[in-house]
């Protein structure tokens, strides 16, 4: 009886983990381009493609692994999709394993295609040399270079390794914190020296997000104030409708009081008139506060565009910076700097590497290390 792809997949897991030091691969250049889909961490997309196309041919061996769009229409084809959200995307979730959290088949380099995937096609997505390596991999597999066994059992080995490593660092990163044990506290202004450090790094823009919501989960019992559950850093407000990034609520009751949207450029005045003509004119409820973050220069005449709709709207809009928000905060709340330094790293850690790459977390862990032993 052939197995189903969940049987495959976690018979493939068991063997691996039972021989991780030992590859499944031996021929060099196939080796390094699962190594080079498996591990690069600017594309977590390819490596999705990769083992939903491996699963398929090992679950059916009558299909071409390149072709894993049935609008293709021939009789070998597969859906690539079908695979990966029904049998890849429960496993990586299971076993924690470092890919994307979405289907490949929906990233702009292989939606929407009805083409066999082969080596001289241009599939324009970046890093060039991950897809270059993908499409050659499905190659070797069909050319009979290597089975398709082999290249699965090989990727997950690779994700398996990859995601022991992060584990390692990230475990010795946080056991060489001190304040975590009451050894040190830093002040305020250290603090902000600290998140302003973070937030110049590349691939922020999600961290404005954490810093408001940080705030008012330390604030919460003082305010009886909450902020609501928040989205996927990569799902827009019209899917999810909501008001903005962040989303305050009184602490027993459901109607939004205060919202929060950030900004990682310059707010200008059609962004105002977005959110009071697409969000606060929807809403049934009243929200005192709608409040622009960002990390950018404040346009003083938006600041007074914003001011003025009070009296027609009833609604204060504001633009604050997101540094001059955190430092007033922290001294408003300046015996609990601590607790928000603690729930903001809570939060960075908790959020999908999509959001929130691991070196931007290790850079934060190691920043506040070094803040500490400063």
């Not at 995937?117 to 897809?131: E, I």
């Not at 990034?245 to 105002?272: A, P, R």
């Not at 506060?289 to 346009?299: A, K, L, V």
């Not at 300046?334 to 603690?342: E, G, Y």
Request: net charge negative; with cysteine; aromatic share 6%.
């Amino acid at each position: 009886m052939t197995p189903t792809p969940d049987e495959i997949l976690q018979q493939i897991y068991e063997k691996v983990t039972a021989r991780l030091n030992e590859a499944w691969i031996v021929e060099t250049d196939i080796f390094r381009r699962v190594e080079l889909v498996s591990r690069n961490i600017n594309n977590r997309a390819g490596v999705r493609a990769l083992l939903a196309c491996a699963l398929a041919k090992v679950h059916d061996v009558h299909i071409d692994i390149r072709k894993p769009y049935t609008e293709i229409g021939d009789t070998d084809t597969f859906s690539g999709r079908a695979y990966d959200e029904r049998f890849i995307a429960p496993f990586i979730t299971q076993h924690n394993l470092p890919c994307n959290p979405t289907t490949a088949f929906l990233t702009p380099a292989l939606r929407n295609r009805n083409t066999v995937l082969t080596p001289d096609l241009n599939l324009s997505g970046r890093p060039k040399q991950v897809y270059d390596a993908l499409l050659q991999l499905l190659a070797d597999v069909y050319e009979g270079r290597i089975t398709a066994q082999q290249l699965l059992s090989e990727t997950i080995r690779q994700l398996i390794l990859l995601r022991n490593e992060k584990q390692q660092r990230m475990a010795s990163l946080l056991a060489n914190l001190k304040s975590r044990y009451g050894d040190v506290s830093l002040s305020a202004e250290q603090i902000i020296t600290l998140i302003q450090q973070h937030l110049v790094t590349k691939g922020s823009s999600r961290l404005p997000v954490l810093i408001v919501t940080a705030a008012y989960i330390t604030a919460r019992p003082y305010l009886q104030e909450r902020a609501l559950p928040l989205q996927a850093h990569n799902a827009a407000d019209s899917q999810t409708q909501a008001l903005g990034d962040v989303q305050i609520t009184l602490e027993n009751e459901d109607n939004i009081i205060t919202c929060y949207e950030m900004k990682s450029k310059k707010v200008v005045i059609g962004d105002i008139d977005l959110a009071v003509n697409h969000k606060l004119s929807k809403t049934p409820h009243r929200v005192d506060n709608y409040i622009f973050i960002t990390t950018e220069p404040i346009d003083e005449a938006v600041s007074t565009y914003a001011r003025n709709l009070y009296d027609q709207l009833g609604v204060e809009i504001v633009i604050l910076d997101c540094i001059g928000f955190l430092r007033h905060f922290l001294h408003l709340f300046h015996r609990h700097r601590m607790t928000f330094l603690d729930h903001y790293q809570d939060l960075v850690l908790a959020e999908p590497d999509s959001a929130i790459s691991q070196p931007l977390k290790e850079v934060f862990l190691t920043l506040r290390q070094a803040a500490e032993s400063d």
